[in-house]
Every structure is written in C-alpha cells, then in structure tokens.
C-alpha cells in the first residue's frame, strides 16, 4: 500500500523548489501517493483564505503533509488574520502538533560555514524537541493594562502534567533510536512551572531505563551548545526555551538552506517543513537550495512513514553531493576552492537523486 501524502509547495522558492524534492522522492521507488493543496498566499488568490477549510481536511486523511514556504510581499498588507502565515499557523493547531524537532546536523563538508570552529561542529548531530502547543506563548491570563495610571505587561507560563508527560514521551523515543542520551532544559531554580517540568521529565524517565537523563538549567544549556555542541544527542524543552535554543543550534550548521523541521501529533502525523521562508528575494531564480526541504522529506520518511532505509539514503546523498564539491550560493564559500562547484536548485535535486542511484 502507499503512503499517502499532502503535498503542500506555497509561496515563493516552496513552490519553485517541491517539484525537485518529488523528484527526489520519486527516485527512491517508495511508494507514496502525493495529493496537492494550497496554503498561504496561493491559497488566498485561489480561495480567499489562506487556509482553506479543504487543505486542512486533506492533512488530517494523510499519513504526512510536506511543506515548502508560505509568505510575500504581494500579502504582506492583509490584515493579521488574512496573512499567508496565519495559514500556517492554523495547520499547526489544526493537526494538533505539539512536538517540534529541530535536527542540527552539519555535513562534514559545511564544517566551515559555522560560526564555530570546525572542529567544535564537524560531525554535529543533535536534535531538539520542543513543545510546541503550550507554555508561556499561550497561557491564559496575557495582556497589557493599565493599573493606576501605568501600563502593566504580563503572560502566563503553565503546564500541566499531561503536556510535559506526553512530549517527554516523544524525546526519549527519539533518544532511545539515537544515542541514548536525554537532556532536558528547564529553569527550576527559579521558575516552578519547569520544577513541575523536571519532575514529571524524572517520572518519564522510569519507563525508559536505557536512556539516560540529565538536566540543564536554560543558561547553562545556551552556553553549552556554542562551547560544545557535539556533547549532546537530544535536548527537550518547553516553547520558549526551545524557540530560542533551536535557533542557536540551527547557527551552529551554517545555512537556513540546509535546516530541515517536523511537527507531529499524538498519532504521529507530521508537518514536515524547512526551517526557511520563502525567500522572495531569491524567487523564481533557481538559485534556492532545495536541500532543507529535500532533508524535511528524509524526516518524514522516517518519523511518520517508518521507511527508516530510505531516510537514510537520502541524508547520505545529500553528505556525498557535499563532498563532491556541488554547493547552491548560500553554502558557496567565499573564497571558492578546486573541489567546490555553484549548481542551481535544479542541478543540487539532479545530483541528489545521481547519488542515490549509485549503489552502496
Ligand atoms: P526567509 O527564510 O524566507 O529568507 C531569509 C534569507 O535567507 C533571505 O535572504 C533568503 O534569500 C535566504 N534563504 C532562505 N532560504 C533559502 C534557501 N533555501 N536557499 C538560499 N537562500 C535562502 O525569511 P524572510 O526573508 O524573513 O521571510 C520571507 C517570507 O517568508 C515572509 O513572508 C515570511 O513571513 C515568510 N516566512 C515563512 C516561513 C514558513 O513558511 N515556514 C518561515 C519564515 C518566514
């Protein structure tokens, strides 16, 4: 049987780069059954809502749903709720996808483009995962008011057991398929909300005796990742810290072109997506690198089509096309060596799938 799966390519370099990652995907000789949908700024011309009530309907019946970019300046004077990343917001809720992860993997060959030392990230490969749906970014009271004549600021950062439990759950599965190793991030020396988080996280940890757990406090583990990255396998933390944290980690490897992100629910549905927007800027140019989305659909192969095998050749491809020398522009050194070649999007997808095709 298929997979069956929604193909979401959107707005600016998504839609010019989808069609190279199917391409990519088509070579695998998985079986997978694509249906296409409108989201973002297509969706508004098309429908007139950027997410329209059928997009939403598709995700929920898919196995998965892969995603290029929503978001440009033809939209950008739309009120708030008319905007293409409200679309994508709403997909995000609509599927329920509490567990955000963020791999940052640096490919040997990129080991330069960080802005740490090569030999601080040659080889990195951790992964973060963070709660997506709670936290501070969505309690309940928030607001500005005005007490006696001055404005008061405030946000509410809660959790309740269930939501630590359950994405808790989520990082040491994925730490029990890696490396064994779970580190989670929290502030409980000042904020009782993450003493909940660790203690619920200790509680987790008993149906999970072969891996093993530490804790960081968040500053601590700031400081960690752009001391030592490579002491970590998978980190797990609340919204915030995570959005914040994630980003650091994302750094740590280089390019936006090369950073791949999953969101999956209880059912282990998934929103497999780049951590990129869609560029308009570089639109239409074939200058896009495509590998973000084409390393987005190797998660979604292994996390919610369980085609462990395939996710695995693709992320190797993607390593030897980098040996070899071929870079888009955003991972182009500036100071071009012999070995390094400037292809285009469609060149980076032809050499992809060339390197899957060589036998192992
Ligand atoms: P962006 O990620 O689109 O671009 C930032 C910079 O990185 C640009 O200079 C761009 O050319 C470059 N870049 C991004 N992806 C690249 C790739 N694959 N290859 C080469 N270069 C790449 O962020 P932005 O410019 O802040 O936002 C542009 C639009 O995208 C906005 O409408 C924004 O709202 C939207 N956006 C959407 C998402 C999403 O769909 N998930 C995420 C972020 C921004």
């Known amino acids: 049987m298929s997979h069956r799966i929604l193909v979401i390519p959107g707005d600016g ?27 973002g700024g297509v ?47 709403g997909m995000r809720a609509g599927l329920e996808a509490f567990a955000n992860l ?42 500005v008011d005005n007490e006696a004549g001055r404005r008061r ?22 730490a029990g398929k890696r490396n064994g190793r779970l580190t989670s991030v929290d502030k409980a020396n000042v904020l009782e909300v993450t003493q909940l988080w660790r203690d619920v996280v200790n509680e987790v940890h008993a149906e999970y005796p072969d891996v093993d757990l530490d804790h960081l406090y968040v500053d601590n ?20 810290f995570g959005d914040i944290l994630s980003d650091v980690a994302a750094m740590l490897t280089g390019s936006l072109g090369m950073l791949p992100s999953a969101s999956l629910n209880a059912h282990g549905q998934g929103l497999y997506e780049p951590v990129h927007g869609s560029a308009p800027d570089i639109a239409g140019r074939n200058i896009a690198n495509p ?49 390094t070649r400037l292809v285009g999007t469609a060149e980076m997808a032809d050499a992809v799938i060339a390197a899957l095709e060589v036998p192992a």
């Open 13 to 39: 370099i998504g839609a010019e780069v989808m069609p190279h990652v199917l391409r990519v995907l088509d070579a695998l000789g998985v079986a997978l059954a694509y249906e296409l949908a409108d989201l």
């Open 43 to 89: 969706a508004i011309d098309n429908h007139g809502t950027p997410l329209p009530p059928s997009t939403l309907a598709a995700a929920r019946e898919s196995a998965a749903v892969l995603l290029g970019a929503v978001g440009g300046p033809k939209w950008d004077a739309l009120s708030m709720d008319q905007r293409p990343e409200k679309g994508l917001l």
């Open 102 to 143: 963020r791999p940052a993997m640096l490919f040997e060959p990129l080991a330069d483009a960080s802005s740490l030392r090569p030999e601080l990230v040659a080889g990195l490969d951790i992964l973060i995962v963070r709660e997506l749906t709670g936290g501070i970014y969505f309690g309940e009271p928030r607001g």
């Open 153 to 174: 600021g405030y946000n509410t950062y809660v959790y309740n057991e269930d939501e630590i439990a359950r994405i808790a759950r989520v990082a040491f599965d994925l």
């Open 221 to 240: 583990a700031a400081m960690q990742l752009v001391r030592e990255p490579k002491q970590f396998d998978v980190l797990v933390t609340g919204n915030m």
């Open 291 to 339: 590998l973000a989305t084409i390393l987005s659909a190797a998660m979604m192969l292994r996390y919610s089509l369980g085609e462990r095998e395939a996710a695995d050749r693709v992320e190797t491809a993607v390593d030897s096309v980098l040996a070899e020398g071929f870079r888009t522009a955003d991972i182009m050194p500036a100071t071009g060596t012999d070995s």
